[in-house]
T-cell receptor, first 116, second 112 residues
Framework: DGGITQSPKYLFRKEGQNVTLSCEQN?????MYWYRQDPGQGLRLIYYSQIVNDFQKGDIAEGYSVSREKKESFPLTVTSAQKNPTAFYLC???????????????FGAGSRLTVL | AQSVTQPDIHITVSEGASLELRCNYSYGATPYLFWYVQSPGQGLQLLLK??????LVQGIKGFEAEFKRSQSSFNLRKPSVHWSDAAEYFCAVGADDYKLSFGAGTTVTVRA
């Protein structure tokens, strides 16, 4: 079955450490996204990529980095510069056909990062 | 830029009763509107979407939503709630870029 796989599901980090969250999709989607979810704040866009080797900052990119070397993969690194990294992180993908704002997102199951 | 407001943080409804979740958006043109549902600890699943045409749209799991341009609203409804509908519901609006703007979400609790 096609879908998005995020790993790990739970991750614990000590302060000052970088961590990388994995996101892999087999939907043949061109666009991929990373969202951060905090209680009562909905989803906020961190980074998105419309095509391989290209990505753009979202609304809260500071302290995060991404790469898009393959169409299927869009890993997110949470760096030590991110002041409050404890959150639920969601990866999503979509096609890029037609009107851009109309693209339906398919989400992974999420990764919960806790800083100790 | 577009924005979304979900006025109700938490709603409790009895099983079998009707449910309505409110969503108001801010956008200068006709937006693309979505409702997603999230079960605890899971990703989001699309319930329904509105792009154009008939302002009453049907979705999965018996949900429907009505687009009202004059009120800038896209409220979600279900005539009879099941215990499995307990979840968090997000309204989202898309515009001319690849970014969706999500509301803060409404948590639905279903009591027996």
């Amino acid at each position: 079955d096609g879908g998005i796989t995020q790993s790990p599901k739970y991750l614990f980090r000590k302060e000052g450490q970088n961590v990388t969250l994995s996101c892999e999709q087999n939907l043949n989607h061109d666009a991929m996204y990373w969202y951060r979810q905090d209680p009562g704040q909905g989803l906020r866009l961190i980074y998105y990529s419309q095509i391989v080797n290209d990505f753009q900052k979202g609304d809260i990119a500071e302290g995060y980095s991404v790469s898009r070397e393959k169409k299927e993969s869009f890993p997110l690194t949470v760096t030590s510069a991110q002041k409050n990294p404890t959150a639920f992180y969601l990866c999503a993908s979509s096609t890029t056909k037609g009107r851009t704002g109309a693209n339906v997102l398919t989400f992974g199951a999420g990764s919960r990062l806790t800083v100790l | 830029a577009q924005s979304v407001t979900q006025p109700d943080i938490h709603i409790t409804v009895s099983e079998g009763a009707s449910l309505e979740l409110r969503c108001n958006y801010s956008y200068g043109a006709t937006p693309y509107l979505f409702w997603y549902v999230q079960s605890p600890g899971q990703g989001l699943q699309l319930l329904l979407k509105y792009f154009s045409g008939d302002t009453l749209v049907q979705g999965i799991k018996g949900f429907e939503a009505e687009f009202k341009r004059s009120q800038s609203s896209f409220n979600l409804r279900k005539p009879s709630v099941h215990w499995s509908d307990a979840a968090e519901y997000f309204c989202a609006v898309g515009a001319d870029d690849y970014k969706l703007s999500f509301g803060a979400g409404t948590t639905v609790t279903v009591r027996a």
